[in-house]
């Protein structure tokens, strides 16, 4: 996606149309600008990026935004060729991609007014692809703290104190390694039969990890919700959260509800999951591929109540602390502001 924002004037333009938000832009801005790009190399394909170039003109934008991979070449070969600065956005270690696409992606960093990373992990890796330090710009995630229950135990607005369900919401897609979390409850149930995991998410892996579910004998342990939009309904009943990733993690939205939600969150050691997670203090963090210490601290977990409720407790005044939304919006706020005034002193 890419946001083009000027004062007063402002849209969004999109990739490729849909989405859960689509609504609530159009409603904040106006219906977004739809790219309609399937394919890289095609005639359409630059006929709709000189179309968004127009668009930036016609409409006086002065400043574009763009957010992940396809929206920081597109959104920065208009905005360059609309004569306007631009900044990009990494949310992730950019480890899924060809070789083809990290390369415009990095020119799309080269030659912007700044990079917005959400973890230190991403801040590192763009350091040692050559961009200059003082043009990267680490803005973390948001959540809205209130819309999950405060109180691990005892507050009437979440499960038992001695729930044993477990918590994944994630993408069902290979470098998120749910696998893993599978391998894991396997071990975990032969010590507490009564766990059971709840899988939150959909991806191209689904089937398979289905399949893998029912030969490891999970049948009655495990539950592939599917795509889940009550994310605080599911937490509220789930003694902690789980991440499994083992390559290209950002900064986890994930681990943020988790934490939000009081809970504990067990993890693997990648990307900026251990910015979040304290070891041994609102949780565990494992190494990546490593089943067996992912059941082990699953266990340590669930075996003591109290342990829980004070890393829940712990976690969610550090979101509340770091990842407030309105402290987020006055980061971005302050960063174009600081844009706009090097453009207006050129």
């Not at 004070?310 to 976690?315: D, E, F, N």
Request: proline share 4%; net charge positive.
């Amino acid at each position: 996606m890419s946001v083009a924002v000027s004062q007063p004037q402002q849209f969004v333009a999109v990739v490729r149309g849909g989405g859960e938000l689509k609504r609530d832009v159009a409603n904040a801005c106006g219906p977004p600008f739809e790219l309609g790009i399937r394919k890289m190399v095609r005639l359409h394909t630059r006929r709709r990026v000189l179309a968004l170039s127009e668009h930036i003109r016609r409409n006086g934008i002065d400043l574009v935004h763009t957010w992940d991979s396809d929206g920081s070449i597109f959104g920065a070969a208009a905005a360059w060729r609309a004569g306007v600065r631009w900044i990009t956005s990494r949310r992730d270690l950019g480890e899924i991609y060809s070789w083809w696409k990290l390369a415009l992606m990095k020119r799309a960093d080269r030659y912007a007014a700044a990079v917005v990373v959400n973890a230190e992990a991403i801040r590192a890796r763009l350091l040692s692809a050559g961009i200059p330090s003082e043009r990267i710009r680490l803005i973390r995630n948001s959540v809205e703290v209130d819309r999950f229950a405060p109180d691990p135990v005892g507050s009437g607005r979440r499960g038992h104190p001695d729930s044993e369900t477990i918590a994944l919401v994630s993408r069902l897609d290979p470098e998120k390694d749910i696998s893993m979390a599978l391998q894991a409850l396997q071990r975990i149930i032969r010590v507490r039969r009564g766990a059971i995991l709840k899988i939150a998410g959909v991806g191209r892996e689904r089937d398979r990890l289905i399949r893998l579910a029912d030969s490891l004998g999970l049948a009655g342990s495990v539950e592939f919700l599917g795509k889940t939009r009550n994310v605080p309904e599911l937490l509220a009943e789930a003694r902690l959260g789980i991440l499994t990733s083992r390559s290209n993690e950002g900064l986890s939205n994930a681990i943020l509800e988790y934490m939000a939600a009081s809970l504990p969150a067990v993890v693997t050691e990648c990307g900026g999951n251990s910015e979040l997670v304290r070891h041994r203090e609102t949780g565990y963090v494992v190494p990546p591929e490593d089943a067996a210490a992912l059941a082990d601290a699953v266990l340590r977990v669930l075996s003591n109540p109290g342990l829980s409720a004070t890393m829940g407790c712990r976690g969610r005044e550090i979101v509340k602390r770091d990842h407030a939304p309105a402290a987020v919006q006055d980061a971005y706020r302050s960063l174009y502001a600081e844009v706009h005034k090097d453009v207006n002193s050129t």
